[in-house]
């Protein structure tokens, strides 16, 4: 059973910081390319951040500058590390990941989600 573990979240002021992580357990043959989504109330589920096996790395506009996307291959685990915090980056995060687990097999997998909120 692959499982995907957020942990991080939390309530900061406008201008704070904080980091996220999502570790992969499980039974896997490999991870290919890892993001964080978020979604506020009343919008649709947006990408934030991906980052791929190689370590290319994409950002929506508005965290660009702000946020900064890592993996750590060896731990299964990847991090977004937020600055510079908003109120409109009240949201909750989610992790995702398209895993192989199997030579031929690849599935998107979703975390259940960290709550991050910003107070003004």
């Known amino acids: 059973q692959v499982q995907l573990q957020e942990s991080g979240g939390g309530l900061v002021q406008a201008g704070g910081s904080l980091r996220l992580s999502c570790v992969v357990s499980g039974s896997i043959f490999s991870i290919n390319t890892m993001g964080w989504y978020r979604q506020a109330p009343g919008k649709q589920r947006e990408l934030v951040a991906g980052i791929t096996s190689g370590g290319a790395t994409n950002y929506t506009d508005s965290v660009k500058g702000r946020f900064t996307i890592s993996r750590d291959n060896a731990k299964n685990t990847v991090y977004l590390q937020m600055n510079s915090l908003k109120p409109e980056d009240t949201a909750v995060y989610y992790c995702?990941?398209?895993?192989?687990?199997?030579?031929?097999?690849?599935?998107?997998?979703w975390g259940q989600g960290t709550q991050v909120t910003v107070s003004s």
């Open positions: 995702h990941a398209y895993i192989r687990i199997r030579s031929w097999r690849e599935v998107a997998y």
